[in-house]
């Protein structure tokens, strides 16, 4: 079994690039670098050495291993398009099912990383979680070596789970921002910096390393404090963010006291 | 103006521990520790070294600072049974009104510590927010005083203010930490451990300090992708976490869109 070397990424978005650059410091080849703007495959080819590609048909068929990163809407039209006979190809979604790659190669896999990643913000890769697929005992060996490389809590796992922790990842990744958002929204109504938060809000993630969500929870809804929601009701001005409001303090007061 | 140094601590809940095991390691002399429970009230007492009551006669008449750190819902009534003539007495909630003291004592105050505090873990609150308030210039200077002994971070703040700053806590501490509960209760569905989503949750954390909720953003819901949301809906099983995906979402997008 040959060890993987050359990698040829499909995708220049934020996965991709911290893949890439990751990879690339652990001195994998990365040959190419595909994406459908130009600019964006320049970007991320130049910073890693490798080629820049902005059609599918130029994707060599030299390397070892070939990562499609792209948004989870792009990549069924990417899987129609390409064709590498035997060569080992794997995507990144935590969404799609592995066999999405099956009219590619015979040799599919996933290459999950669970974690939120953005532009100009650079991630420690060595505590996310690497949640690894393949049909085949071989490429799984491959692709672990690869991840293992990179971090060291590597999780094989089928389509079906990794699509659940998928959805539990929105929850505790977008929803939870999305509470953020709007925290800041009552902040500027009244000419507060969202600095004053910080603190607590490192705090409150900080919590669930050592406790369950449901042991760290606090505040008027789990106290069932029904004259402190009314009077939030009441100061609240956007109808969407009352709505978000009072069906939280509804859910988190019902889960709390039904047991 | 004579400096404070006598303290009494009425209530023996997660926040007077907190303040009085600090303000205690800051030298202040802790005298009493009031709490209904006696069991409570002995149990901080002991660990400050102070005076155990469960009775409000008992409240003694010589501290320099009276703190009533009480559940929210408890403060009235504990302010209509103290009189405390021309002593100086706060409270820590964030949501009431500094009024509510008025019939206690002429010298009233708010000594809010902006954090989410639990039984049994210990948090520096060198750069927790402390929001001071007090209708007295000088009684302004000892509060402060007090609080810098704890944090870098105080600010002067209305009750009004005050009460937007609480509200949107609520959002950002304790919704957020719904939304880890929600995910939690996805992945026990399929025997998956929590622990897998916690790198995630600290990142998600950690960005906001950086960049602002509003562009670190990511995911289905965010990108519009509407063939992600859709599975996701056929895959959740609670109805109430359906409504809470479904109204997230439509927020999530809405909010991102219509700029």
Known sequence: MKAINKIVFIGAGNVATHLATNLKDKRFD????????????????????????????AVSEEADLYIIAVPDDALPEIAG????????????????????????????GVFYPLQTFSKNRKINLSDVPFCIESKNINDIALLKSVAQTLSSDIRLMNSGKRRMVHLAAVFACNFANHMYFAANEILEQSNISFDILKPLIIETAAKIIKQ??????????????????????KILKDKDIIELYKLMSDHIYKTHHSK
């Open 212 to 233: 369950t969500p449901e042991k760290a929870q606090t505040g008027p809804a789990y106290r069932g404090d029904v004259s402190v929601m009314k009077q939030h009701l």
């Open 30 to 57: 990365i040959v190419q670098v595909y994406s459908r703007k130009k600019k964006s495959a320049d970007f991320l080819a130049k910073k890693v050495d490798a080629e820049s590609i902005c059609n599918l048909n």
């Open 81 to 108: 398009k390409l064709k590498l006979e035997n060569k080992l190809i794997v995507h990144t979604s935590g969404f799609h099912e592995m066999d999405i790659l099956k009219s590619i190669s015979a040799r599919t």
